[in-house]
């Protein structure tokens, strides 16, 4: 059984910062990719960010030169530093993480239960 637990979502003022993590637990053999997704009311879930195992990133135009995705392997968690945060970034931010259970088995997707940022005065 894996778990992904997200935390740091939040209230918070236009121009601000949130910093979220998410942290994988369970019986893990390897932690491949990471990614932050969100969605928005009535929108669909859209990616944010990924970054490798080897510490490569992406992110989306939406998000590039304010958002940062960062991970640290030793704990299995992955961070999304966000800054500058404006109205349209309120959103539920879901975390994912193909994780290897076996070596043996390939890498399967699994998600986190999603945190609130809420972006307004």
């Known amino acids: 059984q894996v778990r992904l637990v997200e935390s740091g979502g939040g209230l918070v003022q236009p121009g601000g910062s949130l910093r979220l993590s998410c942290a994988a637990s369970?019986?893990?053999?390897?932690?491949?990719?990471m990614a932050w997704y969100r969605q928005a009311p009535g929108k669909e879930r859209e990616l944010v960010a990924t970054i490798t195992s080897g510490g490569s990133t992406f992110s989306s135009d939406s998000v590039k030169g304010r958002f940062t995705i960062s991970r640290d392997n030793a704990k299995n968690t992955v961070y999304l530093q966000m800054n500058s945060l404006q109205p349209e970034d309120t959103a539920v931010y879901y975390c994912k993480a193909d994780v290897q259970v076996h070596p043996g088995l390939y890498a399967n997707p699994y998600w986190g239960q999603g945190t609130q940022v809420t972006v307004s005065s």
């Open positions: 369970g019986s893990i053999f390897s932690v491949n990719g």
